[in-house]
């Protein structure tokens, strides 16, 4: 009997699997899917042949564009697809009205952006992908969900758009949430109409959003609230409408102007009514020096999980726009509030704020029925638009608080780099330390009584789950501080101690390959480095340029042999005021761009160079590094590139990492750990997948943050989510466009097994079926036989459903994996996160902008300071470079 059930087991699965497999093969690549319903039934009366993409005259001063779906069928929940029209750009044209046209059975919100060039010139795109809505700038013009009904701005305001704003396109975003009502396969020609005027308008309108990134509903709880406010810092403006946005456990949102400690309501609605523009609660002006805040008050009592900020239907936003106007001759068109406030602050806000909103329960029925789309959650995480990742997904760079998964034993980590297999490198100091007695007062090392570091100071790591996988670098190094590799996987790295740098074979043999600098001796020569900090390898020439340093304040290039190139100092637009080098701390290769950068750590400011000649490009220094900058690293994304960076400790301002758009300077975002602080960022890299690694001196640690939800760590069915997710990703990236799920579902199980919490013990470890079924009655064992085969078919079907499900409609995985290309050092070779941070001005932590930058250099952390720290203050005046 036990064998006839395992033949039925075995015959089951192999059924299943074959079934699973025959039907995924029916399935078309989904951008064929939405081609195949474009082609099929043209003459169709809703294929929207009634309207025109061109601006359509209406008189000699007005006109109207139409900007609608060409009849699409999105074949899954949560698909966000977008649509582009032209506006005139012969002269200078205002958007006065916008006219939806949609339900909200069928559309869950639609987003308009303005921008100069869209991301596809496509009749549509799928825009929840990395492709994204806009090259470069956008601003969002107009937003509707809930059957809201049309907008009409006020006489003498419009939105500037055509020859002279730099927004010659209107990209519409839609997102279809539950695609239930597309069973028969009708086709969707969902859009608006904006009508518009040439007549010159004295005030132009912007929109102001605030915004949660990062709040959690705890589930049964009855009241979780959402609390963003940030310093305005811009020209007066004048809010004339509002609306918010959450999804169903929102019950009130509300915002505020705060001045001189006085609360101004701008407008209190319920998120569960149509989701319109509404008046403001009176004539509110804001100008420099308030404060705008809002509240989101959600309610996780019908929720049996926790519940996060996120793009998917069965996710929470927490959004209010502010909708104003401003004079012409000062016109933001978009600005964006993202910053958690202090709960002192929010003890003030008025009592209506706390107050739910009633909606009555016939308008709740006819509203849309968020329904559960597993399977697609994972694929909205992938990159977009800046814009668009703002508002509808949650790519704020967040802890993957489980990596990694057990512990590296490091000493002070002082520098990160990657290989050419993808693997992170770290450089630590193991049992050194660097303290006031580690130098004497001309820089050199005075501890060499205690030998090389004995420990491995070269550890190569998985980056997915943490564990180490070559280790190297035993009793060659004193005080290990930059490392970076080489297009033969070579480590190149600088010691402190030894004042040198040094090529390293990979092999494990550590090999010396190539020594520049004497050991132990300082010098500001050619043939001398003081206390060098980084270096960084042109993967095409072969250059080396090193940073040098602590006691001396230049950057020196040599060829791949060694030999002295050239060197130099500090730039500056007017030689007048050139400020020299103060520790320049951190080095990276701009390789598309020709360029070095590096990070000027007391300074706080970032410097780039064209890598030739040395020549002065371009400096970038922000309020928010605190007036200390310590680590750069690199991305070409989306053309405009990207640049990470850490600050140093300098109170008043936070340890934060900073997303810095290298075009136009902006700071795109800021990240930090959830479950403890930076002590000492003291460098980061950015890995292909999109991932981010900072290494912490202070804390002898190393953090990863990931753009995408699966940084998240949360327990569903015995499985660790954030593992099904990161594998899921990965093979999404590597085996793209057919998934082979089954296998990889089952290594994921297995995966989720070894992953538990701190501090969680073993206890669900499985005892050997032979010894449990030992003297076991028939019947009873054929019962048992029965529910483990149970068991693999439900599991088979999921696995098959989901296969299917993720098969239909989305074109990119949830990770940002396959987007970057190899990479060498810290320079990364392709990230195309679809302008996904880099797609317009104004996303700051306004906050900071208030922020002193002033500091001694002997602060230290309260509580936690540690010898590490004597590192970062010890560093002697800078001298003049030779």
Not at 408 to 419: F, P, R
Request: proline share 6%.
């Amino acid at each position: 009997m036990i064998t006839c059930m395992m033949r039925l087991s075995i015959c089951s699965v192999v059924v299943l699997a074959f079934i699973c497999h025959s039907h995924s093969l029916e399935i078309p690549n989904p951008g064929y899917d939405y081609q195949r319903s474009l082609e099929a039934g043209a003459s169709s009366p809703s294929d929207c042949s009634s309207w025109s993409r061109q601006p359509v005259l209406t008189d000699s001063h007005n006109l109207s564009v139409d900007i609608r779906m060409p009849g699409v069928v999105p074949t899954g929940s949560d698909t966000y697809l977008c649509t582009a029209a032209p506006v005139p750009t012969s002269r200078d044209t205002y958007i006065v009205d916008f006219i939806p046209h949609a339900n909200m059975e069928t559309v869950h919100h639609m987003i308009l952006f303005g921008c100069k060039t869209p991301v596809s010139t496509s009749s549509y795109w799928d825009c929840g992908s990395v492709q994204g809505t806009c090259k470069g700038d956008s601003s969002i013009m107009y937003a509707w969900a809930r059957n809201a009904p049309p907008t009409k701005l006020p006489k003498d305001v419009g939105f500037k758009v055509g020859r002279n704003s730099g927004m010659t396109h209107l990209v519409l975003q839609i997102h279809y949430g539950d695609v239930s009502a597309f069973r028969d396969y009708h086709r969707d020609c969902s859009g608006l109409t904006v009508r518009m005027t040439s007549k010159p308008q004295p005030f132009i309108a912007g929109i102001y959003l605030l915004m949660s990134v990062d709040t959690v509903i705890q589930p049964g709880k009855k009241v979780t609230n959402a609390d963003i406010a940030c310093d305005y810092t811009s020209y007066p403006i004048y809010p004339f409408a509002f609306r918010t946005h959450t999804h169903s456990l929102g019950k009130v949102v509300s915002g505020y102007r705060i001045r001189d400690g006085k609360w101004t309501l701008i407008g209190r609605q319920s998120p569960q009514l149509p989701q319109a523009f509404y008046p403001t609660n009176k004539d509110v002006n804001v100008k420099f020096g308030d404060i705008l805040a809002a509240r989101c008050m959600f309610t996780g009592e019908d929720r049996t999980a926790e519940t996060y900020i996120g793009g998917t239907s069965d996710d929470e936003m927490c959004n209010f726009y502010i909708m104003y106007y401003m004079d012409s001759k000062h016109i933001v068109p978009f600005m964006t509030c993202m910053d958690t406030s202090s709960e002192e602050l929010f003890q003030h806000i008025p009592a209506e704020a706390n107050i739910p909103i009633p909606v009555s329960p016939d308008h709740m029925h006819s509203m849309m029925h968020m329904g559960h789309s597993p399977g697609h959650q994972d694929n909205k995480k992938s990159g977009s638009d800046k814009a668009q990742q703002v508002l509808d997904q949650d790519y704020h760079l967040g802890q993957v608080t489980s990596w990694p998964q057990r512990s590296l034993q490091l000493g002070q980590v002082s520098g990160l780099a990657l290989d050419a297999d993808s693997n992170l490198v770290i450089f630590h100091r193991g049992d050194h330390h660097w303290g006031d007695d580690s130098f004497n007062e001309e820089a050199r090392y005075q501890q060499r009584s205690l030998g090389p570091i004995q420990q491995s100071t070269i550890l190569v790591v998985d980056q997915a789950k943490g564990s180490i996988q070559k280790a190297s670098g035993r009793n060659m190094f004193y005080m290990p501080h930059g490392i970076t590799t080489d297009k033969e996987n070579n480590y190149w790295v600088t010691d402190v101690a030894l004042h040198q740098v040094l090529k390293v074979s990979n092999d494990g043999r550590d090999t010396i390959l190539l020594s520049l600098g004497e050991a132990f001796t300082p010098g500001s020569d050619s043939s001398h480095f003081c206390q060098p900090t980084d270096v960084a390898v042109d993967a095409k020439t072969g250059n080396v340029f090193v940073s040098d340093g602590y006691c001396n304040a230049r950057i020196l290039k040599f060829t791949a042999e060694g030999k002295y190139l050239s060197e130099w100092g500090a730039g500056s637009s007017d030689r007048r005021r050139r400020l020299p080098f103060q520790v320049p701390h951190s080095l990276v290769l701009l390789p598309e761009r020709g360029e070095v950068c590096v990070a000027d750590r007391e300074n706080g400011r970032i410097q780039c160079f064209i890598a030739k000649t040395g020549e002065f490009v371009k400096e970038i220094k922000k309020d928010e590094f605190g007036g200390r900058v310590f680590a750069i690293t690199y991305s070409p994304a989306a053309g405009d590139g990207l640049i990470f960076a850490v600050n140093g400790m300098s109170r008043p301002a936070p340890l934060r990492g900073f997303v810095i758009n290298y075009s136009t300077k902006d700071i795109l975002d800021t990240f930090y750990p959830e479950k403890k602080d930076f002590k000492m960022p003291h460098d980061v890299v950015v890995s292909e997948d999109g991932s981010v690694f900072v290494g912490d001196t202070s804390s002898k640690s190393v953090f990863k943050f990931s753009t995408g939800k699966s940084h998240r760590s949360v327990k569903k069915g015995g499985i660790d989510v954030q593992e099904l997710e990161e594998v899921e990703m990965l093979v999404q990236t590597k085996t793209r466009p057919a998934l082979n799920t089954s296998a990889d579902g089952l290594q994921t199980l297995k995966q989720s097994e070894q992953r538990r919490p701190p501090g969680e013990e073993e206890e669900t470890k499985r005892v050997p079926k032979s010894k449990r079924e030992q003297g076991v009655l028939p019947a009873i064992i054929t019962a048992l036989l029965l529910v483990p085969l149970l068991v693999v078919v439900v599991f088979g079907l999921f696995i098959c459903w989901r296969k299917n499900n993720r098969s239909e409609v989305k074109t990119e995985p949830s990770s940002v994996g396959g987007l970057f290309g190899k990479i060498r050092g810290k320079a990364v070779g392709s990230l195309n996160l679809g302008n996904f941070f880099a797609s317009h001005k104004g996303y700051s932590h306004q906050g900071f902008d208030q922020l002193s930058t002033e500091g001694s250099d002997q602060e230290r952390n309260e509580g936690d300071s540690s010898d590490s720290e004597n590192e970062e203050y010890s560093a002697l005046p800078p001298q003049q470079s030779s």
